[in-house]
């Protein structure tokens, strides 16, 4: 009867350590973009974070900030490297294939890497955040620039 229990046990640890070990794979193979912006948030609580493009293997997420930084988050399996990047302190060059970026971080070398997002514009908005030439223009804010204008010439 003892025999039977320690068997179940066995068994029964066996099937645990599989299913985590199989979760584990699929954590890596796929990040959750919602859990590396929780971790953004823990590792920079002052940041707001405007708008988001993750690359096409979801292992780097690029961060327009509330300030004109950008966030980059890179997944390291269960793992997140978050960094808040100054406008103008990275070296952004286009990929061969016109939807990537040659990003050189010149304060984080080890991050170096071609980044390949689904479309060319999402690549050319994340170049802009990273050089700190993204300025977005909102309809309210144009339609409140047209009132302005009009008012003054009356």
Known sequence: M???????????????????????????????????????????????IRALHSTIDGRAIFLRLHDGKAGFIQSHGSHYVCHVIQPGKVRVNGSESGRGLIAHFPDFAYL???????????????????????????????????????????
């Open 112 to 154: 170096d890497n071609s980044f390949e997002f689904r479309t060319a514009a999402e690549a050319a908005e994340v170049s802009l955040w990273l050089l700190g030439s993204f300025s977005p223009q909102s309809e309210f804010a144009s339609s409140l620039d047209a009132a302005e204008s009009a008012r003054a010439r009356e």
């Open 2 to 48: 003892l025999w039977l229990l320690f068997i179940a046990l066995v068994v029964c640890a066996g099937a645990f350590y599989m299913r985590m070990n199989a979760r584990a794979e699929r954590d890596v193979a796929n990040p959750d973009a919602g859990l590396a912006m929780v971790e953004f948030g823990r590792a920079f609580p002052d940041e707001a």
